[in-house]
């Protein structure tokens, strides 16, 4: 089979992961092709571990004719060239999916990516279970919601609503009981908040809490979902954020996979 193609958009340590599974022969199927990112000597840093083309510009991404681009960039990194990089038929694979939830730029994404007949992938990340969270809202209506552990101060100067709930997205503190946080102003859980919405029939169908846990280190995410004929448990634990790039990997192996799991 004719391997694909892949460029990495952004090339710090997640993508690296990435480009070491390709480098390594996990992603097999797979040539890396470019990379692209904010630092010019970083770009060539990775270009020459990966032996590809170092970018400077999104047009020189796409001229490499990728089919997928992986992207472990940034939020501003998605909405500067998200729509660029589908309408030029490449498939893309989002970790910063927090600009998602501006719902008007992610039915432009959606659209542009029908129009070319490309794919939005969107990775677990650092939350599990999606799989089943999908296969339970198609089987009946379920209630689902999702439960981020988060370090205080993390979250130092947030700002606070004196409500208790707006539409689907609300959040608690221990020491403040619950109130919605302006969850665009910090990517942590936004980045979760997406792919498991969407799972979940799509974006805001699913509760969002924050639990503030003084001096938390590393991420818990859980998924919780309850319908007529089925509950729903699912909580990964991580010491890190490595377990993202390794849900984009596994995403990328899926793909192109003759047996998809």
Sequence with gaps: MEKKKLAL???????????????????????????????????????????????????????????????????QAVLDYGEKIVKSGVSI????????????????????????????????????????????????????????????????GFIYIDENETGNMKSKTASEGQSKVHMDQHPEPNHAIIPTSYANNGPNHV??????????????????AKGPEVEIEVEVVSENHKFAAWSVVQTLQNAIATVVI
């Design 9 to 75: 958009l952004g090339c710090g340590y997640l993508n690296q992961i990435v480009g070491d599974a390709v480098k390594s022969g996990i992603l097999q199927g797979y040539d890396l092709v470019g990379v692209m990112g904010r630092n010019p000597e970083k770009v060539k840093e990775v270009s020459e571990k990966y032996n590809c083309k170092p970018c400077t510009t999104i047009e020189e991404l796409i001229a490499l004719e990728p089919d997928f681009v992986a992207e472990a960039a940034s939020n």
């Design 93 to 156: 694979v989002l970790l910063s999916t927090s600009t998602l939830l501006d719902s008007d730029f992610f039915e432009r994404l959606e659209n542009a990516a029908a129009e070319k007949g490309v794919n939005i992938y969107l990775p677990g990340g650092l939350v599990g279970g999606l799989d089943l969270l999908h296969t339970a809202s198609i089987m009946n209506p379920i209630e689902a919601s999702l439960t981020s552990k988060k370090s205080e101060d993390r979250f130092s």
């Design 207 to 224: 509760d969002v809490h924050v639990d503030f846990v003084a001096d938390f280190k590393g991420y818990d995410h859980k998924i919780q």
